[in-house]
């Protein structure tokens, strides 16, 4: 199984950008997105069902950020609007076996993408 996440950069804030991540070797029920701010721990930022599309967010995102997924590609996607300098992280896709947004059941990581938002 590989998560490949691609569509990190940097931005000014007020700007946008979209994050990929095709997944490989089995589908999942979830796909989701974690970020890591510097001295930080990891936190939950969106993630969206397979079947349903079903999704959930990250009170400090939700109405800037939106994930969608194209199934036949096995991909989800975060498109990010209005990035402010407090969403500079680390995000990582991830998978985790069965629904959930709790970091410690997810089952796989990518290897991670930077989002760099200057002021």
């Known amino acids: 199984v590989q998560l490949q996440a691609s569509g990190g950069g940097l931005v000014q804030a007020g700007g946008s950008l979209r994050l990929s991540c095709t997944a490989s070797?089995?589908?999942?029920?979830?796909l989701g997105w974690f970020r890591q701010a510097p001295g930080k721990e990891r936190e939950f930022v969106a993630a969206?069902?397979?079947?349903?599309?079903?999704?959930y967010y990250a009170d400090s995102v939700k109405g800037r950020f939106t994930i969608s997924r194209d199934n036949a590609k096995n991909t989800v996607y975060l498109q990010m609007n209005s990035l402010k300098p407090e969403d500079t992280a680390v995000y990582y896709c991830a998978a985790p076996s069965r629904i959930t947004t709790r970091e410690r059941e997810v089952d796989y990581w990518g290897q991670g993408t930077l989002v760099t938002v200057s002021s």
């Open positions: 070797g089995r589908t999942f029920r979830m």
């Open positions: 969206i069902i397979r079947i349903g599309g079903a999704t």
